[in-house]
């Protein structure tokens, strides 16, 4: 599986992004996927997380009621929709698919390139 992300820019604290995972390879419909995000510094951690059904999805405490992930297996496409940004949401996201909804990056076994969100206050 191969995964392109795309969506990331600068969006003033208070707004929304939405950001896109396209992926190739016919395992994709039944793989569980994560978007986890990196600031500078930091840990690479999870913000949300769907199954292959799309029945079965977690989100980080931080962004839940504010982040929305869902997929689209026609397209291929996993998307996180980010509404109500705040500073503190800055930095690099990245997409991964995996077996299993898990909160840490070991069980994915492809990512994609990282996506830089930048929310100014």
């Known amino acids: 599986v191969q995964l392109q992300a795309s969506g990331g820019g600068l969006v003033q604290a208070g707004g929304s992004l939405r950001l896109s995972c396209a992926a190739s390879?016919?395992?994709?419909?039944?793989?569980?996927m994560g978007w986890f995000r990196q600031a500078p510094g930091k840990e690479r951690d999870i913000v949300a997380a769907?199954?292959?059904?799309?029945?079965?999805?977690y989100y980080a405490d931080s962004v839940k009621g504010r982040f929305t992930i869902s997929r689209d297996s026609a397209k291929n496409t996993v998307y996180l929709q980010m509404n109500s940004l705040k500073p503190e949401d800055t930095a690099a996201y990245y997409c991964?698919?995996?077996?299993?909804?898990?909160?840490?990056?070991?069980?994915?076994?492809?990512w994609g390139q990282g996506t830089l969100v930048t929310v100014s206050s």
């Open positions: 991964a698919a995996g077996p299993v909804v898990a909160s840490k990056p070991t069980p994915y076994d492809y």
């Open positions: 390879g016919r395992t994709f419909s039944s793989n569980a």
């Open positions: 769907i199954d292959w059904s799309g029945g079965n999805t």
